[in-house]
T-cell receptor
Framework: QQQVKQSPQSLIVQKGGISIINCAYE??????FPWYQQFPGKGPALLIA?????SEKKEGRFTISFNKSAKQFSLHIMDSQPGDSATYFC????????????FGTGTLLAVQP | NAGVTQTPKFRVLKTGQSMTLLCAQD?????MYWYRQDPGMGLRLIHY???????AKGEVPDGYNVSRLKKQNFLLGLESAAPSQTSVYFC???????????FGEGSRLTVL
């Protein structure tokens, strides 16, 4: 019940295309869903996060879509750029309890020029 | 502002050897964490600390020990390294009740 399932494991997108990464969770007590971006040789960094009181959150080209009834959330990267090539991790947790974050297994995104 | 700094960045150990990874943060964060990252496994929490002098077990604590003697430092120790501990280790810190984790750049450990 504590798992966060992430797919796909890897993704290749052409420049200008839309990248979509999906995550699913089981624990209905989760109320905080962040996405982290990790470039090679670097640590993950918070990209965008959503709480279940909204169904969508957009920051620039990055959008989180949240489906509470399906217990799924996804990251959409519009107009994907080669600089977006990175590993993306979804996570789920309980409000501000950062010690309780459960991470997905990661998606390696490659945006081809 | 350095953020979260991990040392060393790379280390090769033989089975049975011991070592300590050091994490230092300059953001005055209360919470600190040690994660390991393995291919196909994502990030898994080893141990964490909610304040100076406190530590707690995470998801995969076996084979590791930690100490938080100073607020800005969090040490991860391996007393008797095993090949299964070959991994990339990340330290992170955060404010209490705030969702954002700030990660270091990682320490790559190979156990032969």
């Amino acid at each position: 019940q504590q798992q966060v399932k992430q797919s796909p494991q890897s993704l290749i997108v052409q420049k200008g295309g839309i990248s979509i990464i999906n995550c699913a969770y089981e624990n209905t007590a989760f109320d905080y869903f962040p996405w982290y971006q990790q470039f090679p040789g670097k640590g993950p960094a918070l990209l965008i996060a959503i709480r279940p009181d909204v169904s969508e959150k957009k920051e620039g080209r990055f959008t989180i879509s949240f489906n509470k009834s399906a217990k799924q959330f996804s990251l959409h990267i519009m107009d994907s750029q080669p600089g977006d090539s990175a590993t993306y991790f979804c996570a789920a947790g309980y409000g501000g309890a950062t010690n309780k974050l459960i991470f997905g297994t990661g998606t390696l995104l490659a945006v081809q020029p | 502002n350095a953020g979260v700094t991990q040392t060393p960045k790379f280390r090769v150990l033989k089975t049975g050897q011991s070592m300590t990874l050091l994490c230092a943060q300059d953001m005055n964060h209360e919470y600190m964490y040690w994660y390991r990252q393995d291919p196909g496994m994502g990030l898994r929490l080893i141990h964490y600390s909610v304040g100076e002098g406190t530590t707690a077990k995470g998801e995969v604590p076996d084979g590791y020990n930690v100490s938080r003697l100073k607020k800005q430092n969090f040490l991860l120790g391996l007393e008797s390294a095993a090949p299964s501990q070959t991994s990339v280790y990340f330290c992170a810190s955060s404010y209490p009740l705030d969702g954002e984790l700030f990660f270091g750049e990682g320490s790559r450990l190979t156990v032969l």
